[in-house]
């Protein structure tokens, strides 16, 4: 069913502790995954590998493939350790949130994106065909969830759930490029609008819309650091916009 990712299927989706032959295991799945979390999140996926994580743990590489059969279905393990299970999300007795639909696909939003920003490696890491495991699915049905009895199609829900995490997905890539979390900026537009301002110096006249655009933003510091929460909020009027539009129709 799975084709060439029948391994990562059985390691996420079966059972995972035990190696399949081999005295009593010294080693556990989890310790190496987290092991090789860790690697990633200082030096990214690149910097992952069967020999450094064997070398972490002050074990030969063979020893590792015991307990997983190499770095795609080690990669697929670390995606979903490093994802978690997802908060819970305030819910009443029917399973709704109750402040609406909208309020839980921002708060959704937010948990999702700090896991972004604690592992910036997943942003790659999660794109394109792959199984995913138990925890990740269990954020796209927290998501997709948070839109039932909306009134949109499952179809539809999938599709907001999609263009949500496009976002979240967006801005984390430009966070993580920009250096953002380590010493060099604390958001992304501070360091656009500086890269702008020098590019624009003696330029404003030929590029007019932009330099006043950046120097708005440079005067303003109260309206920096809010591309994921302007986005976020702009995606939201148009759903729930839509979803308004839909019932006066009918």
Same mark, same amino acid.
């Given at each position: 069913?799975?084709?060439?990712?029948?391994?990562?299927?059985?390691?996420?989706?079966?059972?995972?502790e035990?190696?399949?032959?081999?005295p009593?295991?010294?080693?556990?799945?989890?310790?190496?995954?987290?092991?090789a979390?860790?690697?990633?999140?200082?030096g990214?996926l690149?910097?992952?590998?069967?020999?450094?994580?064997?070398?972490?743990?002050d074990?030969?590489?063979?020893?590792?493939?015991?307990?997983?059969?190499?770095?795609?279905? *080690?990669? &697929?393990?670390m995606?979903?350790?490093a =994802? #978690?299970?997802?908060?819970? %999300?305030?819910?009443?007795a /029917?399973?709704? $949130?109750?402040?609406?639909?909208?309020?839980?696909?921002?708060e959704?939003?937010?948990?999702?994106?700090?896991?972004?920003a604690?592992?910036p490696?997943? *942003?790659? &890491?999660?794109?394109?065909?792959?199984? =995913? #495991?138990?925890n990740?699915? %269990?954020?796209?049905?927290? /998501?997709?969830? $948070?839109?039932?009895?909306?009134?949109?199609?499952?179809?539809?829900?999938?599709d907001?759930?999609?263009?949500v995490?496009?976002?979240?997905?967006?801005i984390?890539?430009?966070?993580?490029?920009?250096?953002?979390?380590?010493?060099?900026?604390?958001?992304?537009?501070?360091?656009?609008?500086? $890269?702008?301002?020098?590019?624009?110096?003696?330029?404003?006249?030929?590029?007019?819309?932009?330099?006043?655009?950046?120097?708005?933003?440079?005067?303003?510091?109260?309206?920096?650091?809010?591309?994921?929460?302007?986005?976020?909020?702009?995606?939201l009027?148009?759903?729930?916009?839509?979803?308004?539009?839909?019932?006066?129709?009918?």
């Open positions: 069913m799975f084709g060439d990712q029948a391994g990562s299927a059985e390691l996420l989706w079966g059972g995972r035990r190696p399949s032959r081999g009593k295991p010294a080693l556990s799945l989890d310790r190496i995954t987290r092991t979390i860790a690697l990633a999140d200082i990214g690149g910097a992952v590998s069967m020999q450094r994580v064997a070398g972490e743990l074990f030969t590489k063979m020893s590792l493939y015991r307990y997983v059969p190499g770095k795609t279905e *080690l990669v &697929a393990l995606i979903d350790t =994802m #978690g299970e997802p908060p819970a %999300g305030r819910a009443d /029917a399973g709704h $949130a109750p402040d609406g639909w909208r309020a839980a696909l921002r959704w939003a937010g948990q999702l994106s700090a896991v972004f604690r592992h490696w997943l *942003l790659g &890491a999660t794109v394109g065909p792959r199984v =995913m #495991g138990p990740e699915l %269990g954020w796209t049905e927290r /998501a997709v969830a $948070a839109l039932a009895g909306t009134g949109l199609t499952g179809g539809e829900q999938l907001a759930v999609l263009v995490s496009g976002h979240l997905r967006a984390g890539q430009v966070s993580a490029s920009m250096g953002v979390g380590s010493a060099r900026a604390s958001e992304p537009e501070q360091v656009m609008s500086a $890269a702008l301002n020098e590019l624009l110096v003696g330029r404003s006249d030929r590029f007019p819309a932009l330099a006043a655009a950046v120097a708005s933003v440079e005067a303003d510091a109260a309206g920096r650091g809010q591309a994921l929460e302007f986005g976020l909020e702009r995606i009027d148009g759903l729930e916009s839509y979803l308004s539009a839909r019932a006066a129709g009918s």
